[in-house]
């Protein structure tokens, strides 16, 4: 006959198996259900905005884990795209017209944001020519500058698609995956109102 104390050690070990095996659910969720999201918007024909030059939903790709020189100096930033959304410009550091432009309704988009304002991070990748740190760090508080012009840097920058790239703001979720690009050719709105559709619908980040 089974004694007491095996059968409450069996159910003690039942039960940590459970609670294991539903953190590794949950962990799992996090990672692949916006993955699925993407997916789903993508196939199912999607658009996030009315005005055709407005956001053009990518198929999604996790981007590479790379560790980058920030601008102002300093250690290598690890996992950058982590834990919030990231609006995101590929460019050379001595940033031309267009380059500011983007800089510029990044800043503005994240600054109507208002109480989400937290949530959202801008981050200028320097591919040559960096930086002016002292007048960018002026011109547009809080901007991360990291200088992606060396050879760590190749696969993440080739996560970009590269054509008219310059004219692009990219968005990156809080997991790391590129999901959407903006030409600022167009109606630079269609980025906010998709942005705070984001936002709204998200439960990371």
Same mark, same amino acid.
């Given at each position: /006959?089974?004694?007491?104390?095996?059968?409450?050690?069996f159910?003690?070990g039942?039960?940590?198996?459970r609670? =294991?095996l539903?953190?590794?659910g949950?962990?799992a969720?996090l990672?692949f259900?916006?993955i699925?999201?993407s997916? *789903?918007?993508?196939?199912?024909? *999607?658009?996030?905005a009315?005005?055709? =030059?407005?956001g053009?939903l $990518?198929?999604?790709r996790v981007?590479p884990?790379v560790?980058?020189?920030?601008?102002a100096g +300093? !250690?290598p930033v690890? =996992?950058?795209?982590a834990?919030? *959304?990231?609006l995101?410009y590929v460019g050379?550091?001595?940033?031309?017209s267009?380059?500011?432009?983007?800089?510029f309704v990044?800043?503005?988009?994240?600054?109507?944001? +208002?109480n989400?304002m937290p949530?959202v991070?801008?981050v200028f990748?320097?591919t040559?020519?960096?930086?002016?740190?002292?007048f960018l760090?002026?011109?547009? !508080?809080?901007?991360?500058v990291?200088?992606?012009?060396g050879s760590?840097?190749?696969r993440l920058?080739a996560s970009f698609p590269?054509?008219?790239? !310059?004219?692009?703001i990219?968005?990156?979720d !809080?997991l +790391? =995956?590129? /999901?959407?690009?903006?030409d600022?050719?167009g109606?630079?709105?269609?980025?906010?109102q998709?942005?705070?559709r $984001? $936002?709204r $619908?998200?439960?990371i +980040?």
């Amino acid at each position: /006959m089974e004694s007491p104390q095996r059968s409450s050690d069996f159910s003690s070990g039942d039960s940590g198996t459970r609670r =294991n095996l539903r953190t590794i659910g949950a962990l799992a969720a996090l990672f692949f259900v916006p993955i699925a999201t993407s997916f *789903w918007l993508y196939y199912s024909g *999607w658009s996030p905005a009315a005005h055709v =030059n407005h956001g053009e939903l $990518l198929p999604p790709r996790v981007l590479p884990a790379v560790s980058l020189p920030p601008a102002a100096g +300093g !250690p290598p930033v690890a =996992n950058v795209f982590a834990k919030r *959304w990231a609006l995101v410009y590929v460019g050379d550091g001595q940033c031309d017209s267009a380059c500011h432009y983007a800089l510029f309704v990044m800043r503005q988009t994240r600054l109507v944001l +208002g109480n989400d304002m937290p949530r959202v991070e801008r981050v200028f990748l320097a591919t040559a020519g960096c930086c002016d740190e002292r007048f960018l760090a002026r011109a547009y !508080p809080g901007l991360i500058v990291l200088d992606a012009s060396g050879s760590s840097a190749r696969r993440l920058i080739a996560s970009f698609p590269a054509a008219d790239r !310059p004219s692009m703001i990219f968005v990156v979720d !809080p997991l +790391g =995956n590129l /999901m959407m690009r903006y030409d600022l050719r167009g109606d630079p709105k269609g980025l906010l109102q998709d942005l705070q559709r $984001l $936002l709204r $619908l998200s439960h990371i +980040g």
